[in-house]
């Protein structure tokens, strides 16, 4: 999708489409100029309320050679006073779905210059191309026949300017927003991609393809590396896949000798639940079970694009759970790179073993923070749905730093307490712990089981499970990965700077 900035007006742009922000009971001088030149179609689609400008409304017109551009797209976004962020991406959204059924290809828009009061021009012009980027995204790589059924594309957006003054930063809020794309398409991607192809050495080798894209370090141990260094609780969740694990680092260096930020993505593979083997319903999308994995690399490759001045780690331990005749058991006793032992009362529990190892290897990097993120538990869906993560954590300012970056990524965030008390639900009889906490509170006894690898040091846990996938199609996305974790992270990150 091809990006264009330019001043000129709206009325004589020669176009398929011109898309036109319409806020609720409010019709701009060069609206009324439209539905004047349209034969009042406007003022009848209003009176019939067909199309007021509320927010996810929407209203094609055919110019009938009365104006340069084919069609006029009306897109509502609501009330002038609560247009945010969010409220342009998921009017640029409609937009891209729109001229995908239509197949009409391209189209201009004056979407970036409505942006609320206070609103930089380059925040909405980001917006606008988050939006139609990300509703633009498909994977359709596998699909070798009739790829013509399908919708095309949107192949150019061209964002019109208010004045020329505005144009400088329109192309960088654009610019901005075309990298993050690429974290989050990449991170799509990578959820998206089958199981059967996406091993932990695939994992690896993407890790290192943007490596030497971007300039950064990237380190793989290998089963034999792991071993020495006594990452005994990921081994134990891999022993039962042919496929060998692999721990990936990436080394981001754009802040001097600063300590870094580390994050962790789980990345298991696909999760059959191991010996606790899982139901066949919907296993398939077990495949997504390294949607935290996929958010890190997104993550590491924009800040790397974007050069953001800061140091950054981020640690992917990739492994498969399978469950095979070398596959772990449910009662076996683990040693965990900490030295703490755990009890392995569910081989479902995978995730939280092999994060357990990864919080422990960063901290040879004293960093300021640490943040993981994972589809960790079926909890979390029953918990928040899929409309927000759920964050946990030992640190205030971290949490709000986080919850604050989630309402301005659109990637919303909601906290769940994590006192002492969800503690004992993990003490074990004959080993240290154990991995799993019963059925309360699922998502909280996850989490306290990672807060025994952290100590004193800053940390957020982010439970994906909920949003890392989404089940159908909707504006903003086809369906599958989302990508969730990288607007959030990259979000957060820059307000550091
Ligand atoms: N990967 C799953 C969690 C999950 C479930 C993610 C559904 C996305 C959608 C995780 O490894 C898991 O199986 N968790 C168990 C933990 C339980 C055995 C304590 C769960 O949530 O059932
Ligand atoms: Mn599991
Ligand atoms: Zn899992």
Redesign the pocket.
Known sequence: MKIEVKAANALKQKTPCLTLGVFDARLSPQLQEVDKLLGGALTNARRDQEFRGKAGETLLLTSAGQLPAKRVLLVGLGKAAQVDREGLRRAAAKMVRIVQQQRLGSVVTDLTTLGPEGLAAADCAAAVVEGAGLANYRFDRYRTEQRDKLPPELTCVTLLASQPAQLAALTAGAERATLLCRGVTLARDLVNEPGNIKSPEFLAQTAITIAAETGMRCTVLDRAQLAAEGLGALLAVAQGSIREPRLITLEYRGGGDARPVALIG?G?VF?T?GI?L?PAE?MD??K??M?GAAAVLGTLLVVALLKLPLNLIGVIPAVE?MPSGSAMRPGDIITSLSGKTIEVL?T?????LILADALTWVERYDPLAIIDL????????IALGHHATALLGNNDRLARALLKAGESSGERLWQLPLWDDYGEQLKSEIADLK????RPA?TI??AAFLSNFVGERPWAHLDI??T??AEKAADSTQGGGTGVGVRLLVEYLTSLG
């Open positions: 789980k298991v999760d639940g606790s899982k919907k999308e077990m997504m079970d949607g759970n569910n479902d529990a995978e995730g939280r994972a589809t960790l538990t079926g909890a979390c869906i991995n799993t906490g019963g699922g006894t996850a499970a909920g890392a996938w």
